[in-house]
């Protein structure tokens, strides 16, 4: 059964830093793209950064770009975010997703309509 359950989310202050986990089971996650999102109270849900299958290639909201790094370890089968310098606004729920055609050519992963495959969420607070 296709699962993808994330971790390392909790509370820290304006300026900190925290690492999210998402670690894949049930399928060969390892070629399928897979990416971030998040969603604070009231907000719909809004992209944050995905990776590719390979992690050779990467893309960013420009809301986090420069503070945020996103990777994978295939032969764990787990992508993270590390996540640096974090503000307010970055409080939310975060998600990870995979699906096989999210980074097709000519996409780059912000789509959530393009992935498959859903974790629970794991909630980031950022205290000022």
């Known amino acids: 059964q296709e699962q993808l359950v994330e971790s390392g989310g909790g509370l820290v202050q304006t300026g900190g830093s925290l690492r999210l986990s998402c670690a894949a089971s049930?399928?060969?996650?390892?070629?399928?793209?897979m990416g971030w999102f998040r969603q604070a109270p009231g907000k719909e849900r809004e992209f944050v950064a995905a990776?590719?299958?390979?992690?050779?290639?990467?893309y960013y909201a420009d809301s986090v770009k420069g503070r945020f790094t996103i990777s994978r370890d295939n032969a764990k089968n787990t992508m993270y975010l590390q996540m640096n310098s974090l503000k307010s606004e970055d409080t939310g729920v975060y998600y990870c997703?995979?699906?096989?055609?999210?980074?097709?050519?000519?996409?780059?992963?912000?789509?959530?309509?393009?992935?498959?495959?859903w974790g629970q969420g794991t909630q980031v607070t950022v205290s000022s």
């Open positions: 049930g399928r060969t996650f390892s070629i399928y793209a």
């Open positions: 990776i590719s299958w390979s992690g050779s290639s990467t």
């Open positions: 997703a995979a699906g096989p055609g999210a980074m097709a050519p000519g996409l780059y992963g912000n789509n959530w309509r393009d992935y498959d495959y």
